[in-house]
């Protein structure tokens, strides 16, 4: 098999693709081939030692793919070669070969392609878990998606509107903010070049948003929490933005707020029935059209370095994958 390798903590350049032997399957574990691998945030941070999980050394990044199972672990039952499923790991997906517990692994139905199923687990099995279970974001709701053209944040756009919340999506730039739109989300701030307070003050009033997702932290978070309700929900999902906010605690007292956090990666640890439901609605979404999921560019093995760079330099829309 071939796999991108990271032997150092190191920009996402210093990663070298390396032929290794094939894999075989442990008990309770299968193999597949891979036909798509997603990319996301944590693998642009974890190659650069800066996620909160720092593998050890060599280790192979890529956290979720999908594909054909070709050899089955001693005791694995309900799987079997030939199956078309998407798996996730953590690392290991930016190989030809990925093995993985059968408990991690997803049958695909027909109508998803390996490029969309790959994509699905992290990013929009976090914004499921995130406005479902953490921010129970309710029909007729409004909702604030920051990074809203990110993998985490377009597909909080979809869901949003999937769960009947009206939907305000924020971005940095017209384009990204296009997208959005195109994607459901009912108005848009560009916040780069808008005032975001002020902005979401004109467009929902006294009222406030009633839930923020924020996939970005760094200088927009306070500017959106000021703008939640009475009885809001701020769901922390992530720093893309570089930086941890602070708040000040008297925010959250005055709108009997609350700052929710979203973790998705333990959430599906502790409750793997509940992440499974989470993306048997999802697959039914996606079939009925409500969901359109985004994969808008596609990298070779080798140049799974360069999708890394795209993320981290703010390039990427919706998801992007590595196609071995
Ligand atoms: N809590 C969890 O369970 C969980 C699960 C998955 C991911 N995450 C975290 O969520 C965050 C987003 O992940 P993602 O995969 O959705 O990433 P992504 O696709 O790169 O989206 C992040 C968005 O942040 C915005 N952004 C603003 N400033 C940025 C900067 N300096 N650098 C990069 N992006 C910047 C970008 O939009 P604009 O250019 O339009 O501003 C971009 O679309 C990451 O921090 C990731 O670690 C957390």
């Known amino acids: 098999m071939r796999a991108l390798t990271c032997t150092a903590f190191a920009p996402p350049e210093a990663l070298t693709l390396q032929d ?35 593998p050890p050394l060599p280790f192979t990044p890529g956290a979720e793919a999908a594909g054909v199972i070709t050899a089955l672990g001693e005791g694995v039952r309900g799987l079997q070669v030939g199956e078309r499923v998407a798996a996730f790991t953590g690392t290991g997906a930016f190989a030809t070969h990925l093995t993985a517990a059968a ?101 929902t009033g006294r009222a406030g948003v009633d839930a923020v997702l924020d996939p970005v932290g760094g200088r927009w978070a306070e500017d959106a929490f000021r703008s939640l ?33 979203v973790f998705w990666g333990e959430y599906a640890r502790r409750n793997p029935a509940g992440n499974a439901a ?14 359109r999921p985004l994969v808008s560019a596609r990298y070779p093995l080798a140049e799974a370095p360069r999708a890394l760079r795209d993320l981290l330099e703010r390039r990427v829309t919706g998801k992007v994958v590595v196609v071995p």
Do not use: C
Request: no cysteine; glycine share 14%; aromatic share 6%.
């Open 103 to 203: 408990g991690a692994v997803f049958p695909l139905p027909e109508h998803l392609n390996f490029e969309v199923a790959a994509t699905l687990p992290l990013a929009y099995g976090t914004a499921m878990h995130a406005l479902l279970d953490r921010g129970k974001v309710q029909p007729g709701e409004t909702l604030l998606v920051l990074g809203a053209a990110g993998g985490v944040g377009l597909a909080a756009v979809m869901i949003g509107k999937a769960l009947g919340a009206r939907v305000i999506a924020a971005a940095g730039s017209e384009e990204r903010l296009a997208l959005a739109r195109a994607h459901g989300a009912d108005e848009t701030v560009n916040y780069e070049t808008e005032d975001l307070k002020a902005a979401l003050k004109a467009l």
């Open 229 to 261: 309700g009475w009885g809001g929900r701020y769901l922390v999902v992530g720093f893309a933005g570089g930086e941890i906010p602070r708040l000040p605690l008297n925010l959250p007292l005055l709108k009997g707020a609350g700052v929710v956090g």
């Open 20 to 54: 290794r032997p094939d894999p075989l399957p442990g008990p309770g574990e299968v193999t597949l081939e891979v036909r798509a691998a997603s990319v996301n945030y944590p693998d642009a941070l974890m190659v650069q030692g800066l996620y909160q999980v720092r």
């Open 278 to 291: 989470h993306l048997a609605q999802l697959a039914e979404w996606i079939a009925a059209g409500t969901v």
